[in-house]
């Protein structure tokens, strides 16, 4: 693989890794956000990043609202189409168990609809006024805790060192690249000369 091949592949890689930690930073405050962690490899075309949501658990914080649930292990709440981990639940006008973006909570019986007086129990059974009404999934170990919600595993400090750590990898490369074509472009201006 050619010089500057390898130090495009740098620069791709470092703009990668300031791109994952970005988004984490940008997620600093967002409930039940996972920080995604970048990793680099090594390729025959050079060096490549991916990322992936790590599976640590995020602190949780009590809130006293009925509907606010907080996941203690891994799995996700089904909402509309999507899966999150935000669990700030709220009831619309007509019942049904809501996230801030108005998707419905789902259960096994599809979505969750409540008078104000539900709750919902540790292993995901929805009661109303006694009466199981439906269960939201969890995998096996996971429990639910009502009226708290997980905060971001996101540690503001690192993610910003990650983002400098990122930028300075990103111009070193930059710089070596511009060093290897100045010097390329040197030698075939003395062979000019020389023949």
């Given at each position: 693989?050619?010089?500057?091949?390898?130090?495009?592949?740098?620069?791709?890689?470092?703009?990668?890794?300031?791109d994952?930690?970005?988004q984490?930073?940008a997620?600093?405050?967002?409930?039940?956000?996972?920080?995604?962690?970048?990793?680099?490899?090594?390729?025959?075309?050079?060096?490549?990043?991916?990322?992936?949501?790590?599976?640590?658990?995020?602190?949780?914080?009590?809130?006293?609202?009925r509907?606010?649930?907080?996941?203690?292990?891994?799995?996700?709440?089904?909402?509309?189409?999507?899966?999150?981990?935000?669990?700030?639940?709220?009831?619309?006008?007509?019942g049904?168990?809501?996230?801030?973006?108005?998707?419905?909570?789902?259960?096994?019986?599809?979505?969750?609809r409540?008078?104000?007086?539900?709750?919902?129990?540790?292993?995901?059974?929805?009661?109303?006024?006694?009466?199981?009404?439906?269960?939201?999934?969890?995998?096996?170990?996971t429990?639910?805790?009502?009226?708290?919600?997980?905060?971001?595993?996101?540690?503001?400090?690192?993610?910003?060192?990650?983002?400098?750590?990122?930028?300075?990898?990103?111009?070193?490369a930059?710089?070596?690249?511009?060093?290897?074509?100045?010097?390329?472009?040197?030698?075939?201006?003395?062979?000019?000369?020389?023949?």
């Open positions: 693989m050619d010089a500057l091949d390898w130090m495009g592949s740098a620069m791709r890689a470092a703009r990668a890794q300031l994952v930690a970005a984490n930073l997620n600093v405050s967002t409930d039940g956000y996972r920080r995604a962690a970048a990793h680099v490899s090594l390729t025959l075309t050079g060096l490549a990043v991916g990322s992936r949501s790590t599976d640590e658990q995020g602190a949780v914080r009590t809130t006293g609202r509907f606010d649930l907080a996941l203690l292990g891994p799995g996700s709440f089904r909402v509309g189409g999507a899966t999150t981990r935000s669990g700030a639940f709220t009831r619309d006008r007509t049904l168990l809501v996230d801030d973006r108005r998707r419905p909570l789902h259960g096994t019986h599809g979505p969750i409540v008078s104000a007086d539900a709750k919902v129990e540790a292993d995901g059974t929805v009661r109303d006024h006694g009466r199981a009404v439906d269960r939201i999934p969890l995998p096996a170990g429990h639910i805790l009502a009226g708290a919600l997980e905060t971001s595993t996101v540690n503001a400090i690192s993610e910003t060192l990650s983002i400098l750590t990122a930028q300075r990898s990103f111009e070193t930059q710089k070596t690249l511009l060093a290897v074509d100045a010097t390329r472009e040197k030698a075939a201006n003395d062979i000019a000369r020389i023949t």
